[in-house]
T-cell receptor, first 113, second 115 residues
Framework: EPEVTQTPSHQVTQMGQEVILRCVPI?????FYWYRQILGQKVEFLVS????????KSEIFDDQFSVERPDGSNFTLKIRSTKLEDSAMYFC???FGTGNEQYFGPGTRLTVT | AQSVTQLDSHVSVSEGTPVLLRCNYS??????LFWYVQHPNKGLQLLLK??????LVKGINGFEAEFKKSETSFHLTKPSAHMSDAAEYFC?????????????FGQGTILTVHP
């Protein structure tokens, strides 16, 4: 069964460093998403991506964040200059259409020290 | 705007007894509602979804949920709990209107199953 994969599973970085989180969505899906979950808090929407552009983003998704689909299979989330409060589990998801369910990856745990 | 409230942060049951995880939602549009489950160190797995068809929705592993518009509820049930059901469960609403599928999550309910 197709699944969404994410790498790495755990990333430790120092404050101020850039990180790139990688996702491989399900191959025939058209919509791509990033969510995050800070420890002890709700899963929060960050951004949706369709047709090679951001279709919707939350207030959290400021200029420090960017997304890209560089090669038709990968979907990446970049944080330019990490802060302590960026420590969270980041989930990638994909879906065939906005009316369809989203399939989630296992997550990348980002720890900023 | 949409929101989801899961009424219990922890639920504890004995194996073989019924499970009830409660969820209330708020949505400006006719909602799509989902339950996802997360086992330790695993990703979020879709259990079931409601998208304006039958109000009683059956999902995987014997779970089902009933959409009650008058009560704005979407409670998750299972007749008989199994040890493998121990996990965290999320009630989720999908924005309608012009949204590109943004999901709004409840805070999660941790289900513990005792032998």
């Amino acid at each position: 069964e197709p699944e969404v994969t994410q790498t790495p599973s755990h990333q430790v970085t120092q404050m101020g460093q850039e990180v790139i989180l990688r996702c491989v969505p399900i191959s025939n899906h058209l919509y791509f998403y990033w969510y995050r979950q800070i420890l002890g808090q709700k899963v929060e929407f960050l951004v949706s991506f369709y047709n090679n552009e951001i279709s919707e983003k939350s207030e959290i998704f400021d200029d420090q964040f960017s997304v890209e689909r560089p090669d038709g299979s990968n979907f990446t989330l970049k944080i330019r200059s990490t802060k302590l409060e960026d420590s969270a589990m980041y989930f990638c998801a994909s879906g065939f259409g906005t009316g369809n369910e989203q399939y989630f990856g296992p997550g990348t745990r980002l720890t900023v020290t | 705007a949409q929101s989801v409230t899961q009424l219990d942060s922890h639920v504890s049951v004995s194996e073989g007894t019924p499970v009830l995880l409660r969820c209330n939602y708020s949505s400006s549009y006719s909602p799509s509602l989902f339950w996802y489950v997360q086992h330790p160190n695993k990703g979020l797995q879709l259990l079931l979804k409601y998208t304006s068809a039958a109000t009683l929705v059956k999902g995987i592993n014997g779970f089902e949920a009933e959409f009650k518009k008058s009560e704005t509820s979407f409670h998750l049930t299972k007749p008989s709990a199994h040890m493998s059901d121990a996990a965290e469960y999320f009630c989720v609403v999908k924005a309608g209107g012009t949204s590109y599928g943004k999901l709004t999550f409840g805070q999660g309910t941790i289900l513990t199953v005792h032998p």
